[in-house]
Nanobody, 122 residues
């Protein structure tokens, strides 16, 4: 079973930046896609950004031009650099890993982290 541990959340002023990290652990051979989702109070969980092992990316419109996703396939880690943060970016940010292949040649298809709080406020 894979474990995803997020870090980097916190309180930041509007216009500021944060960098989130998510490290996957376990007897992992490869991970097809890793991404970030967020859920604000009273709202549905939504995709922020995702990246495949081949480098293809997908961003929410609200994230384009401000957020950048990157990953280290060797370390099984994904990052989210968030710039020009706005109060509406306030949410719990969750890391997700899709199609995790283990060294035993078994798979786990949807794994989620525990979430990290991002609060944008003056």
């Amino acid at each position: 079973q894979v474990q995803l541990v997020e870090s980097g959340g916190g309180l930041v002023q509007p216009g500021g930046s944060l960098r989130l990290s998510c490290a996957a652990s376990g007897s992992i051979s490869s991970i097809y896609a890793m991404g970030w989702y967020r859920q604000a109070p009273g709202k549905q969980c939504e995709l922020v950004a995702a990246m495949t092992s081949g480098g293809s990316t997908n961003y929410a419109d609200s994230a384009k031009g401000r957020f950048t996703i990157s990953r280290d396939n060797v370390k099984h880690t994904v990052y989210l650099q968030m710039n020009s943060l706005k109060p509406e970016d306030t949410a719990v940010y969750y890391c997700k890993a899709d199609r995790v292949r283990f060294r035993t040649n078994t798979y786990e298809f949807d794994a989620w982290g525990q979430g990290t709080q991002v609060t944008v406020s003056s």
